[in-house]
Each structure stands twice: as C-alpha cells, then as structure tokens.
C-alpha cells in the first residue's frame, strides 16, 4: 500500500521555517533503507523544552507531525517531523555529498533570523552577538554574513574562532538593530538572556570596509554625514581620521 503524505499548508512559509533551524543545529537524516524517505530531526537543551514545544506547535500547523522525544537519561530532547517528500527536495538544496552546506538561493527573512539566533547565537558579555557557523565553509559563511547585512542593514563581519572556523560577529551598537527583526515570539522565556541588550557598549572595533569609506570621503563630505552614514559620534570620526592620517580640506 502506498503511504499517504500529509498535506502541507504554505510550503513556502514552511521552507523558511526549516531553513532558519538548518542554519544551526537542525539536520536533515536519511535512512539507509531503500524507498525511506528523509524527515528533520534537532536535538535541543532539556533547559530550552519551551522551544521544541513551540517548533512542534509551529510544524503541526504547517500539517506535518511532529514530536518531541526524550530527556531519557540526558539533558535534551530530540524534536523529529515525520518522514515527507517535502524534505526530499529540501535535503537536495541543504546537502552535498552527505555534507551541510549553505544553499545559493537561501534569503534572510525574520522567521529564518528567529529560527537561526535561537539555534547558534549568542549575546556576550561585550555586547557583541556571535553566530555559530563553524560547520560551513568560509566562502558560505561570508555569503550568510552578506546576506545578513543586507536584510537588516547592518555590518556583521566574519572571524575564525580558537580552532580556526569561521564565524559572525555582530558589533554592540549594531545589536538592537538586529534583534528588533527577530519577531516577538521568539523571545521564549528561556532565551530571554539572548535579548538581554545592555547600554553601556565598549566602543566599537572599526572595520576595514569603514576605514576605506572614511579615506574616500573625508574632506570632501561634512563629519555628520559620515557619521550619519557610519552611525558614529562626530567625534569618533575626527579621531579615527586622525588615526589614519587624514586631513581635512
């Protein structure tokens, strides 16, 4: 007898929803059997339970099944969605040679934002939010950082970690910018220490993109347009000028 598949209501709402877990820590398993079909699987905290009851929420209205299992004997539990031909098509976009990669038609939306910063994001102790991607390639990791910079029109920039994997960092001034395009029902409970934002931020670190902007226009554009542009104090800009040996005209 051949096996019938829920219908999924907006499947393309449904994609994003799953992109912004793959992001992070969400996979995509298949079985070795022949004819099996993929499902998604994503292990989660016990301390973040609230979290897998809201994916399964989520998922059960897009009409797919999904379940929470365990702790069992660990500290997390596992959130599965059953078997679909849905995620046949998304394992093509999501794998390479058995591999996760990041897929070239991938776009930045709030629910993916969500999905993404609670999985792998992390508000320091500096004010700064790092993003987790150590498993992808440098090249896609710079990839997601433009495609970050572009939806939330920020400047996040890409650094190894100790081991040397790539990274995203998000400087403290630029933080409340990109947390106010995480919609409200994110903010779990358990995740409120991620929005936690505090006001007194350590100066921001300069990139090499800002002085390159700097050098071509300054003193030939007033400070407070730079400033605007650069979301700097006037004064900041005059003492990194100062520091790059430019001068007025």
């Not at 700064?128 to 498993?135: D, S």
């Not at 433009?146 to 920039?157: A, H, K, M, Q, R």
């Not at 994997?165 to 029902?185: C, D, G, M, T, Y």
Request: glycine content about 6%.
């Amino acid at each position: 007898m051949t096996k019938k598949y829920g219908r999924i209501e907006n499947k393309k709402l449904l994609q994003e929803y799953i992109d912004g877990l793959l992001l992070g820590d969400g996979s995509i398993p298949v079985d070795k059997r022949k004819g099996r079909l993929p499902w998604f699987s994503q292990t989660i905290k016990l301390s973040c339970v609230e979290w897998a009851q809201k994916i399964k929420k989520d998922i059960n209205k897009f009409g797919l099944k999904c379940f929470i299992y365990g702790p069992y004997n660990r500290s997390e539990v596992t959130v599965r969605v059953e078997t679909h031909p849905f995620f046949l098509k998304m394992r093509e976009r999501w794998y390479s040679d058995k591999k996760k990669i990041v897929p070239k038609d991938l776009i930045i939306t709030p629910i993916i934002l969500g999905n993404w910063y609670l999985s792998d994001g992390k508000l320091d102790k500096d004010g700064m939010i790092i993003l987790f991607t150590e498993t992808f390639t440098f090249r896609e990791v710079e990839m997601l950082s433009t495609l970050l910079n572009e939806f939330v029109g920020i400047e996040s920039y890409v650094k190894k970690n100790e081991k040397g994997n790539p990274i995203i960092k998000i400087r403290a001034k630029e933080v409340p910018i990109f947390l106010s395009f995480i919609p409200k029902e994110f903010r779990l409970r358990c995740f409120l220490y991620k929005f936690n934002v505090k006001s007194d931020h350590r100066r921001m670190k300069w990139l090499p993109s800002e002085d390159t902007f700097l050098k071509e226009v300054y003193g030939k554009v007033p400070a407070h347009i730079i400033a605007d542009k650069l979301r700097r104090s006037i004064s900041s800009i005059y003492h990194r000028a100062n520091r790059l040996g430019l001068k007025r005209r």
